[in-house]
């Protein structure tokens, strides 16, 4: 038997959630968005499922994850009950209840305990630096090997067991029986949206949107793979070098336009953007643009005399790879990705 919480909404709007209360079941938000169809009414359903209060069904839900917050439901709510804010709130909301740690929830939730671990995280790195006497090229040997370790580390410490208990809460608790073959098949959806985001493309007038976050996946993850792999900042090889000058401006270019609409707060999904919101996009352009810097700096020979900047840039990475990355919004590029498999299994089913 389904167990209603009224006091669920007071919860979800730690996450971000505004006055989806007002909402009196029209059916608007339905009506106009492109994603809704006879068997998926987005984003009513959910609505209705946060307003009783029925966390387990909201648990065992893949729909917030196939959103992708164009703004219109909130655009034609005649109520003002931001139903697209909803969804996204109930993102952050999962992505709290996936996380074994419970570190992501307190993270959402609150501002100084965020802010608190990214001073920790700068005194860290100060430590480390005053430990190796501000040696420039232990800093930088220490601070590849900090990717590589952090990488592995966070992926099989912490999102690896969050994606099984997202599987186990949308397949294997709701009792969906899929057949190991079945998995096996449908492995392809789970890539395909990891690196193309193409659920985005239902949506109308996402096109330039879509784009946009389509060049942003395939310039982080390449800067990813130049940076840890390649070993851009000591590698010599000319190929090598160009490859992370064009992947690290294309990180920091396309962020600067995110950025900019979180700031003008013109566009629906950027009016009501919470400091995680922030915090992703920014550090993002940071990363890209002091990578850009360091290794220009390497180039030019000048490093050695501006230490600052690679000390920065190593804080950036830090804060990004053990509080952005596992605990952050990031998660909600990797949740949504299994979701879409997810849902295929289901189809399949």
């Given at each position: 038997m389904a167990k209603i919480n009224p006091a669920f909404g007071k919860e979800l709007n730690k996450y971000g959630a505004i006055d989806f209360n007002a909402c009196y079941n029209c059916g608007n938000c339905?009506?106009?968005?492109?994603?809704?169809?006879?068997?998926?009414?987005?984003?009513?359903?959910m609505i209705r499922l946060s307003a009783l209060g029925l966390e387990d069904d909201i648990k065992g839900s893949l729909k917030p994850w196939e959103c992708y917050y164009c703004g219109e439901?909130?655009?034609?709510?005649?109520?003002?009950?931001?139903?697209?804010?909803?969804?996204?709130?109930?993102?952050?909301?999962?992505?709290?209840?996936?996380?074994?740690?419970?570190?992501?929830g307190l993270l959402y939730k609150s501002l100084p305990l965020s802010l608190t671990a990214f001073i920790l995280a700068f005194v860290g790195v100060l430590a480390f630096v005053v430990s190796v006497g501000f040696e420039l090229e232990k800093m930088v040997h220490v601070g590849h090997m900090f990717e590589m370790i952090a990488i592995s580390t966070v992926g099989v410490v912490v999102l690896l067991p969050n994606v099984g208990r997202m599987w186990y809460?949308?397949?294997?608790?709701?009792?969906?029986?899929?057949?190991?073959?079945?998995y096996v098949k449908s492995m392809g959806e789970l890539f395909i949206h990891m690196f193309t985001q193409k659920r985005a493309l239902g949506c109308d007038d996402n096109q330039f949107?879509?784009?946009?976050?389509?060049i942003l996946v395939i310039g982080y993850l390449s800067l990813l793979f130049t940076t840890v792999v390649l070993d851009w900042f000591a590698s010599p090889y000319l190929f090598v070098i160009i490859l992370g000058y064009v992947m690290s401006a294309i990180v920091f270019v396309v962020t600067v336009d995110f950025v900019s609409n979180r700031m003008k707060?013109?566009?629906?999904?950027?009016?009501?953007?919470?400091?995680?919101?922030?915090?992703?996009?920014?550090?993002?352009?940071?990363?890209?643009?002091?990578?850009?810097?360091?290794?220009?700096?390497?180039d030019l020979n000048i490093l050695e005399t501006n230490k600052w900047l690679y000390i920065f840039h190593l804080t950036?990475?830090?804060?990004?790879?053990?509080?952005?990355?596992?605990?952050?919004?990031?998660t909600?590029?990797?949740?949504?990705?299994?979701?879409?498999?997810?849902?295929?299994?289901k189809e399949l089913n």
């Open positions: 339905t009506a106009v968005c492109s994603l809704s169809t006879e068997d998926d009414s987005f984003p009513r359903e439901c909130s655009t034609h709510c005649p109520q003002d009950a931001n139903p697209g804010e909803l969804m996204m709130s109930l993102r952050r909301y999962l992505t709290a209840k996936y996380d074994w740690t419970g570190l992501s809460f949308t397949i294997l608790k709701p009792k969906t029986k899929v057949p190991f073959m079945k949107r879509w784009f946009e976050h389509f707060k013109k566009k629906e999904v950027s009016k009501h953007s919470q400091p995680s919101d922030l915090f992703f996009v920014i550090w993002l352009f940071l990363m890209g643009l002091t990578a850009f810097l360091v290794r220009l700096f390497i950036v990475l830090v804060q990004w790879a053990l509080i952005i990355v596992p605990f952050g919004k990031w909600h590029f990797l949740y949504r990705s299994f979701a879409m498999y997810f849902v295929k299994l």
